[in-house]
């Protein structure tokens, strides 16, 4: 059982940064694939980014890049979102997702995780 508490998201300018952070529970955080989605109103889930176990292998949705970073800190249980740049299109509520790591794991698709938070709003005024 892994559970998921989603932190660091609000309001900010166009042009602004916000990190948000994923903190896990558990004793075997770095066995898990961690992914960042998010869900716009009346949009489907989305893929962000998503990174392996240790963190060596990292994905970030194309259309991001640049932009959006991520990161964990296993000795924290922690996986974090660095976003800067924001623009209004980005406002949306962010989840993170947890699923034990498997060679065959496709980290983009929502339903491969297991494992989700509550998310939280993110919302870029122009």
């Known amino acids: 059982q892994v559970q998921l508490v989603e932190s660091g998201g609000g309001l900010v300018q166009t042009g602004g940064s916000l990190r948000l952070s994923c903190q896990a529970s558990?004793?075997?955080?770095?066995?898990?694939?961690m992914g960042w989605f998010r869900q716009a109103p009346g949009k489907e889930r989305e893929f962000v980014a998503a990174?392996?176990?240790?963190?060596?292998?990292?994905y970030h949705a194309d259309s991001l890049k640049g932009r959006f970073l991520v990161s964990r800190d296993n000795a924290k249980n922690t996986v974090y979102l660095q976003m800067n740049s924001l623009k209004p299109e980005d406002t949306a509520v962010y989840y993170c997702?947890?699923?034990?790591?498997?060679?065959?794991?496709?980290?983009?698709?929502?339903?491969?995780?297991?494992?989700w938070g509550q998310g939280t709003q993110v919302t870029v005024s122009s």
């Open positions: 990174l392996s176990g240790t963190g060596s292998r990292l």
């Open positions: 558990g004793r075997t955080f770095s066995s898990y694939a």
């Open positions: 997702a947890a699923e034990i790591e498997q060679p065959r794991l496709r980290v983009g698709i929502p339903s491969e995780y297991l494992y």
